[in-house]
């Protein structure tokens, strides 16, 4: 499971690679369609995970333009090599969900006698 710390360093790592590792992204002053623009220092205090999945998600829809464009992003080359950080992201889902679930799921299958 991605947690919402994760995620805010995420955007921020996108937000360096848009400005440009040569300028501060703090003194990004922002498109006024940049969904982004407000967590852009990492900083996510007052936000959920799910606000800042749907704000990515927002994000990869202006940059694609559709959502048909959006799921076939052309941001991954390879499963190793990523041009955005934000692709595992796009359909405003976490990647990983279910990592907290199987444990979860262990510990009933553990309680209920289960294999």
Do not use: W
């Amino acid at each position: 499971m991605t947690t919402k710390t994760e995620i805010s360093r995420i955007i921020r790592k996108h937000c360096n690679e848009c400005y440009g590792r040569s300028h501060s992204v703090d003194e990004c002053r922002g498109s006024p369609v940049c969904s982004l623009h407000k967590y852009r220092l990492g900083v996510c205090r007052g936000t959920t995970k799910t606000e800042l999945l749907k704000t990515i998600r927002q994000h990869c829809l202006l940059c694609g333009g559709s959502p048909k464009e959006v799921s076939h992003c052309s941001s991954l080359v390879t499963p190793a090599e990523i041009k955005c950080v934000l692709h595992p992201f796009r359909f405003g889902k976490d990647p990983n969900p279910n990592i907290g679930n199987q444990k979860r799921g262990t510990h009933l299958n553990d309680f209920y006698g289960r294999n």
